[in-house]
């Protein structure tokens, strides 16, 4: 008999509802949950696809030893765990656990188990090198919000719902529906703040697919150059008396050192290197101070820039110090289930610590991705075994040349993932896991950012396919192996021992996850973010104010004086490339989905604008050599007005031609822009370890070379 179960969709942060029809134990059909309390239907081409993924002939589906290059053979699952613990147990005992590493993918985040279960090898193993997504897209939010409010895990959301006026940096809501803000369908809600008359601005280089009249406008900003506009708005409204001196004094600290940087940054001066005319920047920072409430917004367009760290700081001070921060229709801290803020609460200068590589930290435990391959190649203590999850850093960090070249020498690299993608083409052990249909989980990932908190519990949808097994199982497993405590150890879990720390959570909020599963669909809508209790309760910092200059910017200050006057002095003509997302991908692994393969998705383009085209004597659909200092590849131009002049775009997760585990994405390979990005030491933000993955230089020429013009006779 066919059944319905409700779920919910772990690919990214909204966690839209989706209903499974079921017949023993497997899925017949995916649909979004129309009756869902919060996500209201609202789903995207990744989440009804991930069936497709579910099913997928090419997903790993029992574990694999290398044999030799590309040769893999199926071996049990005893003799899996058994070796790679060994391999593992061996690498730590001869070297120490300082040659063991891992690298955690962003799939992780929505996967409430496999977190815990990490930690818990790693932990035991002694493992110190920690890697993962998170230095390619958020690493410069957590290194902020922990310097100017006390925490990592404190970020105010804007209030859309009741905003007057919303700036949104760097994101492009209706392709990839936010990050460090869960809404399901944002556009719908964006429209409704324009309706009721709300001013919508996106800052971008790119006239993007969110623009239109009935959301907002676009200002076309230089990429990489955020910052300074974010400073001159802040000058404008000091200069023009918009700042609520009363908010600064009773609730910031260090505002004279904000004061003193913003000034030097006033409209005119920022007007070339931003790209942005002074009068608008007047105009915007004038409309921002007046509006009724004003809320504020950045992601990834400005955290992969040089200084993401600074420009989130410099973002909150647009809400602080014009009093809009905790104000109906400004930004606010949704609490959700669980207050996710005080976990966070750290001393962000207990965590950098002098290496080989110079000064660098840990942000939330990770080092920055970009320094693996030197810690591979390191002469005096190299890394020598690493454990993938859910992750695939050949493709999705920058410089695949010298990533590929250090990943060959590992003794041991062990991957869990639910396809044999580009780093697991390279893996001694491939570890079939299940996928988001195959588990339970609750939807953890959002928590302290819901724009309407609720919280879901699903349990698993269908039964796995084949011999794939859940992280905390695999891992555990190699716990036994390795003589460590494991989660097996009682035996197998119960699901209440299985969320036992879920449950510690839940309990705040007097739930738990029997509680939740008794409900009709897993799901309890939780109140909506409420101000007034931002400075009272939320903020971490040890004497309950705002910093709004922290010391530790010191160094990161000067560099931002450095940074404006490299920007200034750049010859006008030149091109940087940007990054760019389209709804048929997520990152590097959707590209197995036939489906969404289609038509213009079937292959990476450049996006050049005209007008840069046509002065390198470029045409549409031309192929192009595109370079930068660190590499260059051949690729194919489109022509696209909607950028700002100076920009290029190319779409990530491409370069696929090796991986041979993922035919439908080795036969659409597309291009990698990361092969073109810097890697090593420089190559990320001192403050966050974020890697520089968008603004960077490129050039391009036509691929073939001209004909030499024949003299004539
Ligand atoms: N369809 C789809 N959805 C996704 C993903 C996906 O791959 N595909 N990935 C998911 C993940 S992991 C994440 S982290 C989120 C990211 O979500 P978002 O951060 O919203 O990501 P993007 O849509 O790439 O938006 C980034 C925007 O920044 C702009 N930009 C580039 N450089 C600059 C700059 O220097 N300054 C400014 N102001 N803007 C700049 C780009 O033009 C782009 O429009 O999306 C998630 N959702
Ligand atoms: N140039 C450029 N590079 C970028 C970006 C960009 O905008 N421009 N964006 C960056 C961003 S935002 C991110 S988050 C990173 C992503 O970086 P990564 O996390 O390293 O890479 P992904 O491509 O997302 O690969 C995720 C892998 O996890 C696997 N997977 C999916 N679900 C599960 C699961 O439930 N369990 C297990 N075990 N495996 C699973 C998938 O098959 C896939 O192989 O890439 C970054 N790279
Ligand atoms: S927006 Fe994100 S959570 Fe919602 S269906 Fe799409 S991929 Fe899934
Ligand atoms: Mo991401």
């Known amino acids: 008999m066919q059944?319905?179960?409700?779920?919910?969709?772990?690919?990214?942060?909204?966690?839209?509802?989706?209903?499974?029809?079921?017949?023993?134990?497997?899925?017949?059909?995916?649909?979004?949950?129309?009756?869902?309390?919060?996500?209201?239907?609202?789903?995207?081409?990744?989440?009804?696809?991930?069936?497709?993924?579910?099913?997928?002939?090419?997903?790993?589906?029992?574990?694999?030893?290398?044999?030799?290059?590309?040769?893999?053979?199926?071996?049990?699952?005893?003799?899996?765990v058994r070796e790679v613990a060994d391999r593992l147990g061996r690498v730590r005992d001869q070297h120490g656990p300082g040659a063991v590493g891992a690298y955690i993918g962003n799939p992780t985040a929505f996967?409430?188990?496999?977190?815990?279960?990490?930690?818990?090898?790693?932990?035991?193993?002694?493992?110190?090198r920690v890697f993962g997504s998170g230095t390619q897209d958020c690493a410069n939010k957590f290194a902020g919000s922990e310097a100017v409010f006390g925490s990592s895990t404190l970020h105010p959301i804007p209030d859309i719902a009741h905003t007057q006026h919303l700036l949104i940096f760097g994101s492009n809501p209706r392709v990839s529906h936010m990050s460090f803000l869960s809404i399901a369908d944002p556009m719908s809600a964006l429209r409704e703040a324009r309706a009721r008359g709300a001013r919508i601005r996106f800052v971008n280089p790119r006239r993007i697919e969110s623009v239109s009249e009935s959301v907002g406008e676009a200002v076309l900003i230089r990429p990489d150059s955020d910052l300074y506009l974010m400073a001159a708005m802040l000058c404008e409204l000091e200069r023009t008396g918009g700042l609520d001196l009363e908010v600064l004094r009773e609730h910031g600290r260090n505002v004279t050192g904000l004061l003193d940087f913003v000034r030097q940054y006033p409209p005119e001066r920022v007007e070339r290197v931003t790209g942005i005319d002074a009068a608008q920047i007047s105009s915007m920072a004038r409309e921002f101070g007046e509006a009724e409430s004003a809320a504020v917004y950045m992601s990834t367009?400005?955290?992969?820039g040089r200084q993401g760290t600074l420009a989130y700081w410099l973002l909150q001070m647009l809400s602080f110090a014009t009093g809009n921060l905790d104000r109906r229709g400004g930004n606010l801290y949704s609490l959700g289930f669980y207050p996710a803020a005080k976990a966070g609460r750290t001393d962000p200068a207990r965590h950098f610590f002098d290496s080989r590589f110079g000064r660098i930290r840990r942000i939330r435990g990770s080092l920055p991705a970009n320094l693996l391959p030197d810690m591979i190649e390191d002469d005096q203590q190299p890394l020598r075994a690493l454990l993938v999850v859910a992750g695939n850093p050949i493709l999705s960090v920058a410089g695949e040349a010298r990533m590929r070249g250090a990943f060959e020498k590992l003794d041991l690299l062990v991957c869990l993932d639910l396809y044999r993608n580009a780093t697991g083409a390279l893996a001694d052990y491939l570890l079939p896991c299940t996928d988001m249909l195959e588990r339970p989980d609750i939807n953890l990932c959002?928590?302290?950012?819901?724009?309407?908190?609720?919280?879901?519990?699903?349990?698993?949808?269908?039964?796995?396919?084949?011999?794939?097994?859940?992280?905390?199982?695999?891992?555990?497993?190699?716990?036994?192996?390795?003589?460590?405590?494991?989660?097996?150890?009682?035996?197998?879990?119960?699901?209440?021992?299985?969320?036992?720390?879920?449950?510690?959570?839940?309990?705040?909020s007097g739930l738990s996850i029997e509680s939740l599963a008794e409900?009709?669909?897993?799901?309890?809508?939780?109140?909506?973010?409420?101000?007034?209790?931002?400075?009272?309760?939320?903020?971490?910092?040890t004497d309950r104010k705002v910093d709004c200059c922290p010391a530790l910017f010191g160094d990161a200050l000067l560099r931002a004086h450095t940074i404006f006057a490299e920007l200034e002095a750049e010859p006008e003509g030149g091109l940087k490339m940007i990054t760019l997302r389209t709804d048929r991908m997520h990152n590097s692994w959707y590209q197995n989905v036939e489906k969404l393969r289609r038509g213009k998705a079937a292959r990476s383009v450049l996006h050049v604008h005209p007008e840069d085209a046509a002065a390198r004597g470029v045409s549409d659909g031309e192929r192009v050599r595109l370079s930068s200092p660190q590499g260059e590849l051949e690729i194919e131009v489109s022509l696209d007005p909607d950028l700002r002049r100076g920009s290029v775009a190319l779409t990530h997760g491409g370069g696929r031609e090796s991986t041979s585990g993922m035919r439908v994405a080795r036969r659409y390979p597309g291009q990698n822009p990361n092969s073109l990005l810097p890697t090593g030491p420089g190559s990320f933000e001192p403050l966050s370890n974020q890697a520089f993955m968008t603004g960077v230089p490129v050039e391009i020429e036509p691929a073939m070379p001209q004909p030499v013009p024949q003299p004539a006779g």
């Open 3 to 80: 059944r319905e179960v409700h779920t919910f969709c772990r690919v990214c942060e909204p966690s839209c509802g989706l209903v499974a029809r079921v017949r023993d134990g497997k899925v017949e059909s995916l649909s979004p949950d129309k009756a869902h309390p919060v996500t209201r239907g609202f789903a995207c081409a990744k989440g009804i696809h991930s069936l497709d993924i579910h099913r997928d002939p090419d997903r790993l589906g029992h574990p694999l030893r290398r044999r030799g290059v590309g040769d893999f053979e199926q071996i049990g699952w005893d003799m899996a």
């Open 446 to 508: 959002g928590l302290g950012m819901q724009h309407q908190p609720f919280v879901q519990y699903t349990q698993a949808v269908a039964t796995p396919r084949d011999e794939r097994r859940e992280e905390w199982w695999i891992l555990a497993r190699i716990e036994q192996e390795l003589g460590l405590r494991s989660a097996l150890d009682g035996g197998v879990p119960t699901t209440a021992q299985l969320f036992g720390r879920m449950n510690h959570m839940l309990a705040h």
């Open 111 to 128: 996967n409430s188990l496999a977190g815990p279960a990490i930690g818990s090898l790693l932990g035991q193993l002694g493992v110190q």
């Open 301 to 304: 367009g400005v955290n992969m």
């Open 519 to 541: 409900t009709e669909r897993g799901t309890v809508v939780l109140p909506a973010a409420e101000p007034g209790r931002f400075y009272s309760d939320w903020l971490q910092t």
